[in-house]
């Protein structure tokens, strides 16, 4: 606590001179001891924060007040955050350094960074995992999360009908940023104080919870192996596997069976039990399309990225094909809807589907 409490010393004694003329020094030097504090003076991150601190030059306490004046409060402007995102001439910069900037700048502020948004994206999940029927994340939960440097970690929290999106830094990601940590800021403080625990009481409290967050986050590989659900997890990897393994027959051209959407019997005129068991997508022009890709891609336990990856798409496309409001929602060609098909419903599962669980 002692280097923190110096790094708050000087971006306190930088706010108290922004009015005279030593602002932009005084500025400047609370960035650097920032950055250092938070990423070393050798790390790419540094230089980047440091670059676009100097690139303000006299505006830049200005640029700093600005963001937090936006930030602060009950009604925090966001629009103030992304450059050329926003109509304001001069941005403030939210990212994994300006973030540690403005979480000792002003009180009740979080450090959010990749493995915060990890760790909350995660208790999203699992709580609304324990509600019945619970489909999709609320809004102000739908927390961002990002990869740590040099690959190797699992943070995405994203599983099921629970998705998560991804942090971008930059100009066109600031405003994303600002948007997920005064969320974090918000239920954070709410949740401390509603719990009255004393680990994370007191005038240190929230940078107790903040760490507690970063470990959580950090790697979810023992978090995930350590819970009760592995059987859940067991099975999305045997179904993915059996995906993985029609889909590489698709690629290599071997040609397909065909499987009707509904199998009925002639007694009767009466649909036979495989009848309201889904066997295939149905048409892309269709009404129900949508829905149905959702709900066939959530029985196979597949994200998002798990599915484009098996069909050989962009990651973002699922998404667009099932979201009938997606800024842009499209439908998949042809070829696309039969390779979707070829992973949800490889004929083994068809088959059982239509055979039942005693067929020999």
């Not at 001891?33 to 980047?48: I, S």
């Not at 001069?90 to 700048?105: I, Q």
């Not at 199998?263 to 495989?274: K, L």
Request: proline share 5%; net charge positive.
């Amino acid at each position: 606590m002692i280097a923190l409490s110096a790094v708050s010393a000087k971006i306190k004694e930088a706010i108290e001179g922004e009015n005279s003329f030593r602002a932009y020094e005084l500025a400047e030097a609370a960035c650097h001891e920032v950055m250092k504090w938070g990423f070393g003076e050798r790390r790419r991150a540094y230089a980047a924060n440091m670059r676009w601190a100097k690139q303000q030059e006299q505006a830049l306490p200005h640029v700093l007040r600005m963001g937090r004046e936006a930030l602060a409060g009950d009604n925090p402007d966001i629009e103030a955050f992304g450059g050329g995102e926003s109509g304001h001439t001069l941005s403030p910069r939210m990212n994994a350094g300006w973030t540690k900037y403005y979480a000792l700048a002003l009180p009740n502020h979080i450090i959010y960074d990749g493995r915060v948004g990890a760790a909350l994206g995660f208790l999203v999940q699992r709580y609304l995992a324990s509600l019945p029927r619970f489909a999709g994340v609320p809004e102000k939960l739908q927390f961002l999360w990002a990869n740590g440097d040099g690959g190797g970690t699992l943070r995405d929290p994203s599983t099921g009908g629970q998705q998560f999106g991804k942090l971008y830094g930059g100009r066109y990601g600031s405003r994303s940023w600002a948007r997920v940590n005064v969320w974090a800021n918000w239920i954070l403080s709410a949740a401390r104080d509603k719990a009255g625990a004393e680990w994370c009481a007191g005038p240190d409290g929230l940078r107790r919870l903040e760490a507690a967050l970063f470990m959580l986050g950090y790697d979810f590989h023992r978090v995930r192996d350590s819970h009760s659900d592995r059987g859940a997890d067991a099975l999305h990897r045997r179904r993915r596997s059996t995906s993985e393994s029609r889909i590489t027959a698709v690629r290599s051209g071997v040609p397909q069976e065909k499987s009707q959407l509904h199998t009925e019997t002639s007694q009767g005129g009466r649909s036979s039990p495989a009848a309201s068991a889904q066997t295939r997508l149905p048409d892309v022009t269709a009404p129900d399309f949508r829905s149905a890709l959702q709900e066939a891609r959530l029985a196979a336990g597949l994200t998002y990225s798990a599915l484009a990856r098996l069909v050989g798409i962009h990651t973002v496309m699922p998404s667009r094909y099932e979201n009938a409001t997606h800024s842009n929602a499209t439908l998949p060609s042809k070829e696309i809807w039969q390779k979707l098909n070829a992973v949800l419903f490889p004929p083994g599962i068809n088959s059982a589907r239509l055979d039942g669980p005693n067929a020999s």
